[in-house]
């Protein structure tokens, strides 16, 4: 079955870190470029991180540039997020999603839900 | 940077009756660039439309995607019980390199 789960996602203090992580099963990871993308709570979605499929290129939102980390292991099929200096603002479900050529998103996990709160 | 706007904000319709909504960007969108996402509550979002136009794998045909340059259209031909969900367009380009509309919410009248 063609999945991305997301782990990793829980309650922490304003100020921390968090580790999240985005297991892809059924799908031949390496072909694809891969985002995270945010969605705070009763809001719309936005974008926060993108890393290509050699992880070669990588772009992130200004509202996380320098605080947040993507990376991507091949050999575990996984998707990285190491977010540091955590806001309440970064409150949020955070989804991991397969990217394909055209800029669109086919392939969605469940999402893991941030809580950054004292 | 591109900034993505969906109107209405809220869409009242009864099952069967026709639903358009619409994405309207504030600077010229290549249309192979264009997406749409349908996302029920408590569910991830689902691709419905790609390349302004073209359904997902397994979309059925009451979806339909139109439009370019700035002006982009989701129609939802005779919508259904699960069709009520809020809609998104999703737009490919430079930094940042991919935005989202506010999203229109399609609810049962």
């Known amino acids: 079955q063609v999945q991305l789960v997301e782990s990793g996602g829980g309650l922490v203090e304003p100020g921390g870190s968090l580790r999240l992580s985005c297991a892809a099963s059924?799908?031949?990871?390496?072909?694809?470029?891969m985002s995270w993308i945010r969605q705070a709570p009763g809001k719309g979605l936005e974008w926060v991180s993108y890393i290509s499929s050699s992880a070669g290129t990588i772009y992130y939102a200004d509202s996380v540039k320098g605080r947040f980390t993507i990376s991507r292991d091949t050999a575990k099929n996984s998707l990285y997020l190491q977010m540091n200096s955590l806001r309440a603002e970064d409150t949020a479900v955070y989804y991991c999603?397969?990217?394909?050529?055209?800029?669109?998103?086919?392939?969605w996990g469940r999402g893991t839900l941030v809580t950054v709160s004292s | 940077e591109i900034v993505l706007t969906q109107s209405p904000g809220t869409l009242s319709l009864s099952p069967g009756e026709r639903a358009t909504l619409s994405c309207r960007a504030s600077?010229?969108?290549?249309?192979?660039?264009l997406a749409w996402y349908q996302q029920i509550p408590g569910q991830a979002p689902r691709l419905l439309i790609s390349g302004a136009s073209s359904r997902a794998t397994g979309i059925p045909d009451r979806f339909s995607g139109s439009g370019s340059g700035t002006d982009f259209t989701l129609t939802i031909s005779r919508l259904e019980p699960e069709d009520f969900a809020v809609y998104y367009c999703q737009q490919y380009g430079n930094s940042p390199i991919f935005t989202f509309g506010p999203g229109t919410k399609v609810d049962i009248k």
């Open positions: 600077q010229s969108v290549s249309s192979s660039n």
């Open positions: 059924g799908v031949t990871f390496s072909d694809y470029y």
């Open positions: 999603a397969r990217g394909r050529a055209g800029g669109y998103f086919d392939l």
